[in-house]
């Protein structure tokens, strides 16, 4: 029984299709009656939401090219309501049609475009974006709910484009477990009301930690002891001597010194001029320089009070949550 019900339904389901493609086609060719005709035939059988979208679409943008304002904006006012998001493309279709849909926008109470910013941040230190559109002033309550969780976040009056924010954290201030959750956006005024849904999903991460430093960014260690310059006045003072003596040697004449003597004397001269070009050669013993010394340490003091800083924070970081929340899938 079930197989011979099966193809009169499919076959029910396919006229109804062809119903509203009739309609578009039926605008498409300008034909605005058959249009409205097709539209209304379809609209009173059982169709599908999109279907019926289309529908109310097609029989909005009829009426409106017959001048029929107050059919056509009652067509818009329905498909409003099955589809908040859809509305005439002003690059495709004619200015009356957009002033029509406005003017049925503006009869309705709907929340409109309803979105979710993915953000990233440490629970408590941020929040995610909500962000919807209400076509008339009402009293907005958006609500988080999923995980056992029914949450209200923001209540206010708003119309047109509107910004929540949450942090996602729950009632008892802690973030809320990783999983699916629906961002519930109800508008209220007077008898009416609307609702629009947005899934996200929520994760949890781990606060990166902060690396210790081995040194403070612009300061350097400055070298404790140096080495003084080499000091040539031992050869100075080497070669003044054997020049006096050079000098004597030849003021007493070559009379009054021997051979001998003379190279006793400037045997002498030259081995002056050698100890002291030793003297002069020899590297100085380092010598510590004590405003160096002291700056290291305070340098040396300053990176242990950081490193001891890091640690305090990296124990705190260790204990936080890094939140991620993203748009979900659809339902």
């Known amino acids: ?29 300008a034909d605005f009656a058959r ?23 097609v029989l909005g943008f009829a009426y409106a090219a017959l001048d029929s304002s107050r059919q ?30 406005a003017n049925a926008l503006g009869q309705v109470l709907v929340v409109r475009r309803a979105t979710v910013d993915s953000a990233t941040f440490v629970a408590g230190q941020g929040a995610a974006a909500v962000r919807f559109q209400v076509s008339r002033s ?39 477990a990783s999983g699916d959750y629906q961002v519930v956006v109800t508008a209220t005024e007077g008898q009416n009301d609307f609702a629009a849904t947005v899934p996200v999903r929520v994760r949890h991460g781990a606060v990166d930690t902060l690396q210790h430093l081995s040194s403070l960014p612009g300061y350097t260690e400055q070298p404790e002891t140096v080495r003084p310059p080499r000091d040539w006045r031992p050869l100075g003072v080497s070669a003044l001597i054997a020049g006096v003596a050079a000098g004597a040697s030849f003021a007493l004449g070559s009379s009054d010194l021997s051979g001998e003597s003379r190279r006793e004397i400037g045997g002498a001269s030259v081995l002056t001029i050698g100890v002291g070009l030793f003297l002069s050669l020899r590297r100085a013993e380092p010598q510590p320089v004590e405003a160096n010394i002291r700056y290291n340490q305070l340098l040396r003091e300053q990176l242990a009070q950081r490193n001891a800083e890091i640690a305090g924070q990296n124990l705190l970081r260790r204990r936080q949550v890094l939140l991620t929340i993203v748009p979900g899938p659809s339902p």
Do not use: C, K
């Open 1 to 29: 029984m079930a197989l011979a019900l099966a193809a009169p339904a499919g076959a029910l389901a396919a006229q109804q299709q062809a119903d509203v493609r009739r309609a578009q086609q039926a605008y498409a060719d």
């Open 35 to 57: 249009a409205i005709a097709s539209a209304h035939r379809a609209l009173g059988q059982p169709l599908g939401r999109l279907d019926r979208v289309v529908a109310y679409e």
């Open 72 to 101: 056509a904006q009652e067509a818009f006012r329905q498909l409003i309501f099955l589809d908040p998001n859809r509305e005439p493309d002003v690059n495709l279709v004619s200015p009356r049609i957009t002033s029509l849909y």
């Open 138 to 176: 009402a009293r907005v309550v958006t609500r988080i709910v999923g995980q056992g969780l029914d949450l209200p976040i923001d209540t206010q009056l708003a119309v047109g484009a509107t910004r929540v924010d949450w942090d996602g954290l729950g009632s008892d201030g802690a973030p809320v």
